[in-house]
């Protein structure tokens, strides 16, 4: 456990960059700093390893002040990673990846294996091991950066906005990374960002800031998004806060229909009865994956040419995926109709967007009730 508390930043010439903040950061959990440009994000999170002192107040990691050890000391038992990964431009990936083993006195056998070990684990292949950083790409970097603050397995993760220099589909992989590697190591991460859309991916806890380093509200992304503290949360969740809130709803039991699919080799009648549950139908290959969308009146029994199908659009995990991913498939289909495979691609069945938006308000209010009935318990209590 992390507790900030009433911590105030003030610069000699009076700027205010934290005010007053208090937080307890959850152990073995990801805590996502996020809010506008100067409300104190990065200072608190440096605040944490004493890169920046605090002017008032006091922080904590398990009750134990963290003044009260060699700032040295206090910074090696914490990773850190920041934009652009911030490597030694003069040292190969493993040399980068064994800094802090090596400073901690580590034997070079020793800090290279656990680098080569980490490397494996962070998704980079064993070949980078002897090139520079220059040599890299940019999402390669990333994962080196991340591979180095676990060196030397800190129960602690500091993340400066640590994707926000690659590109959106690089982006995506880091933080499904993150997400994988934490599920493994449980680490305490605190992270920064400027991006809603990420702290809401990542986030156990989002902690909003305003201008001036106070906070404006602190909760799991799925309250964030369904209660925003004020007007001034509601306004940085953007407008479309409700699509975000879909990312929270699974997929489990969406009512799929089966009737609409047919292979290839289909027959009149097998074409025919699906085309009474829906107004296309889906193709298959023998295998069972997707092919693409078929009006009914224009497939040839027995031999359907795939190359006069509508694209099919991207399909969804059913069970594995969330109502928002659901959502979007649907909106993407030339049909407005969805398609569920399973772990091999398999179409295992298809849904529309009506029968999407029944689940939505179903979950709403399944949602409304689980929210009434604790309110009723707390009371009661």
């Known amino acids: ?121 962070v998704g980079l292949d064993a070949s980078l091991a002897k090139r520079y950083p220059y040599q890299l790409s940019g999402g390669q970097q ?53 991006d809603i859309d990420e702290a809401v991916k990542l986030g156990t806890m989002v902690a909003v800031l305003r201008t001036g380093g106070r906070l404006a509200q602190y909760a799991p992304p799925a309250e ?8 001034f949360v509601e306004d940085f969740l953007g407008t479309d806060r409700g699509i975000r809130r879909l990312s929270f709803f699974g997929t489990g039991d969406l009512p799929l229909r089966t009737s609409p699919i047919v292979t290839l080799d289909a027959t009149a009648e097998q074409i025919a009865a699906g085309a009474a549950d829906a ?32 694209p099919h659009g991207r399909p969804f995990a059913r069970g594995g995926e969330s109502l928002r991913a659901a959502l979007d498939c649907a909106v993407l289909s030339p049909t407005g109709w969805a398609v569920a495979v399973d772990e091999a691609g398999r179409a295992v069945g298809v849904v529309s967007q009506q029968a999407i938006g029944e689940a939505i308000r179903a979950a709403h209010g399944a949602h409304r009730g689980g929210a009434a009935a604790a309110a009723d318990a707390g009371v009661a209590r």
């Open 142 to 194: 990333q994962r080196v950066g991340v591979a180095r603050a676990l060196a030397a397995d800190p129960p602690v993760l500091l993340m400066d906005e640590p994707f926000s220099a690659v590109d959106p589909v690089v982006r995506k992989g880091l933080q499904d990374e993150l997400l994988r590697l934490q599920e493994d190591l449980g680490k305490t991460i605190v992270f920064v960002t400027h």
């Open 1 to 121: 456990m992390i507790r900030i508390d009433t911590v105030t930043k003030r610069y000699p010439d009076g700027t205010v960059a934290v005010d007053r903040l208090t937080l307890d950061i959850p152990d073995r959990s990801i805590t996502v700093l996020v809010g506008p440009s100067g409300c104190g994000k990065t200072t608190t999170l440096r605040m944490i390893n004493r890169m920046v002192e605090p002017t008032e107040g006091t922080i904590r990691l398990d009750g134990v002040d963290i003044r009260e050890q060699p700032v040295t000391t206090l910074r090696r038992s914490m990773g850190y990673v920041i934009q652009n990964a911030g490597l030694f431009q003069h040292r190969t990936v493993v040399d980068n990846i064994a800094t802090v083993p090596r400073l901690l006195g580590w034997g070079k056998q020793k800090s290279r294996a656990r680098a080569a070990e980490l490397m494996e684990r």
């Open 224 to 231: 964030l998004l369904s209660a925003p503290a004020d007007a």
């Open 279 to 310: 107004p296309y139908v889906l193709v298959t290959d023998s295998d069972g994956r997707p092919l693409g969308w078929g009006a009914p009146q224009e497939l040839t029994a027995g031999r359907i040419d795939p190359a006069r199908l509508l």
